[in-house]
């Protein structure tokens, strides 16, 4: 058994951060999931990746390009196919775990994100197009995001809620989804086949608030510095003790008694963005049962070759805790470094995604015949 297959043992899912044609293809994913692999998520800025640097697309670029597609249908129908390709993959996984896992991720395009109406319907006309059972559908945790979340729970539609940096937001976060739950229900609809993760981002958080420790350091002397690193896995230890809270007692009972799954925290952007940092900061401290770690590749290979086995993200809460009473001694409040990171998430995503529909329309002008 190795790592990976060791993690589940502790009621812990990896998914990889990462999707790209060529891998799909050449059997990689297939390899993965035979190692314990049991889903993939995907997201804008992993999709210009993919699209823009890989030679995998060319020939259905050309296709949709001679066929008259316009470039946002061009990068749907090459996005669509991939999430089609990889819930193929997964299926078995989908099956044998009683839809438990198995699942592949595709976001609604970032610049709906403060559009709760424009993001149910495309979050339902994606669903439709993907066709998958295994298919989540990433919406942000935005306040818009909220009202969609609670709507599209209630439809039945598996949903991924992408972005959430604070506490106070992963709050609400659930809460739409036991509403939606509790709406599906009391029109008399099944619960059982419907799943969702809550993307808690991680390493963005010290990135945010190591730079400002950095800036009092400079002004203030040396002591701000004792929590660089620290903020991030702190963050998301609070949020599993608020995990563990929320589903609990009659009310979450009753959804449970009707079918439902729990909405697991799934902890993303776990790559150390500091090369200071062990490359396993953003892992090694966050296992624990109902949880799902999604890992970029470089991550994934570290922590086959070294990772940690133990349970550890009930561990410490008493000191995260402190870490957050420290840093709102210094002034720096979590709420807002949690408000910062979402606007530049969302705008980093967008970014992504025009910067890829730019790429598409250049590579149509290149294809496309002058008259």
Known sequence: ????????????????????????????????????????????????????????????????????????????????????????????????TSRHDGYVSIEVAPDLAYDADATIAEARRLFTSVNRPNVMIKVPATKAGLAAIRQLISEGININVTLIFGLDRYEAVKEAYLQGLEARLDAGEPLDHIASVASFFVSRVDTNVDGKLEKLAAKNGLQPKTLLGKAAVANAKLAY????????????????????????????????????????????????????????????????????????????????????????????????????????????????YHDLLAAIDQQRTELTPAT
């Open 1 to 96: 058994m190795n790592r990976v297959q060791e993690l589940q043992q502790l009621g812990q899912s990896i998914w990889l951060d990462y999707i790209e044609r060529g891998m799909v293809h050449a059997g990689e994913l297939q390899q993965l999931v035979d190692e314990g692999l049991t889903g993939v998520t995907s997201n804008p800025t992993i999709f210009q990746q993919a699209i823009t640097k890989s030679s995998a697309y060319q020939a259905d670029l050309r296709r949709l390009v001679a066929d008259g597609y316009e470039t946002k249908h061009v990068f749907e129908a090459l996005a669509v196919a991939d999430i089609q390709a990889a819930a193929d993959v997964l299926r078995p996984v989908y099956e044998a």
């Open 241 to 352: 003790a608020q995990f563990q809270a929320k589903f609990a007692g009659p009310r979450w009972a009753r959804m449970a008694d009707a079918g439902a799954q729990l909405q697991r925290p799934l902890w993303a952007s776990t790559s150390t963005k500091n090369p200071d940092y062990p490359d396993l900061l953003y892992v090694d401290p966050l296992i624990g049962p109902h949880t799902v770690n999604t890992m970029p590749l470089n991550t994934l290979d570290a922590f086959r070759d070294h990772g940690v086995i133990a349970q550890t993200v009930t561990q410490g809460v008493e000191d995260a805790q402190a870490v957050f009473a420290q840093l709102e001694g210094f002034g720096i409040s979590m709420a807002r470094v949690a408000d910062e990171l979402e606007v530049d998430g969302v705008k980093k995503f967008a970014d992504s």
